[in-house]
């Protein structure tokens, strides 16, 4: 198994652009998840997915971010306008199901530079 | 709303030796969901351990072992016999027993093993 894939690892765009980061979650996992890791504030939940539809999107920061679900194998997390203080490590989590007993299991994360 | 708190920014310990990180939540539920997860420099996130609230033996995986005291809200991670491989970022992570969807992270704490 591949495990969770996210593109681009990197990403230097310039205030202002629009930036799409991509994940391809575990075949079969049902629930999808995107979180943001900054210094200053941790790793935290933008939002997250069951079966396509969007489930809880309490953390997305603003309006210029959107996330989308087409279909099972493929998500994307949309910044625009892009801005300075967007920069940060994002990451895409995929899981089976839910309960603690469903691990999630993260992709290599997306670091975003903004200038 | 729930919290985490990591209170330890960095550790070191010495190859061999044993080394405690703290984590402190804050939560008016009874029961609920505790994690530890390792970030090496790769940045994939490696669940650790997991610990239930309404279990009071504390969880234990070869060397990882925490201490869970749930009338103080403390779920430390003790490292024994450290190994260079452990350096990392710790994540200390909090979920609802009903909606463990949602984890809620800690800051981090960076590990660093010295030989």
């Known amino acids: 198994d591949a495990g969770v894939i996210q593109s681009p690892r990197h990403e230097v765009t310039e205030m202002g652009q629009e930036v799409t980061l991509r994940c391809k979650p575990i075949s079969g996992h049902d629930y999808l998840f995107w979180y943001r890791q900054t210094m200053m504030r941790g790793l935290e939940l933008l939002i997250y997915f069951n079966n396509n539809v969007p489930i809880d999107d309490s953390g997305m920061p603003e309006d210029r971010f959107s996330a989308k679900m087409p279909n099972a194998s493929f998500s994307t997390l949309k910044i625009q306008p892009s801005e300075p203080r967007d920069s940060a490590v994002y990451f895409c989590?995929?899981?089976?199901?839910?309960?603690?007993?469903?691990?999630?299991?993260f992709g290599p994360g997306t670091r975003l530079t903004v200038t | 709303a729930q919290t985490v708190t990591q209170s330890q920014p960095e550790m070191s310990v010495q190859e061999a030796e044993t080394v405690t990180l703290s984590c402190t939540y804050d939560?008016?539920?009874?029961?609920?969901?505790l994690f530890w997860y390792k970030q090496p420099p790769s940045r994939q996130m490696i669940l650790v351990i997991r610990?239930?609230?309404?279990?009071?033996q504390n969880a234990t995986e070869n060397r990882f072992s925490v201490n869970f005291q749930k009338a103080a809200k403390s779920f430390s991670l003790k490292i024994s016999d450290s190994q260079l491989g452990d350096a990392a970022m710790y994540f200390c992570a909090y979920s609802h027993l009903y909606n463990t969807d949602k984890l809620i992270f800690g800051t981090g704490t960076r590990l660093q093993v010295f030989p």
């Open positions: 610990q239930e609230a309404y279990k009071q």
């Open positions: 989590a995929s899981s089976l199901g839910t309960g603690s007993l469903y691990e999630q299991y």
């Open positions: 939560t008016s539920e009874s029961d609920y969901y």
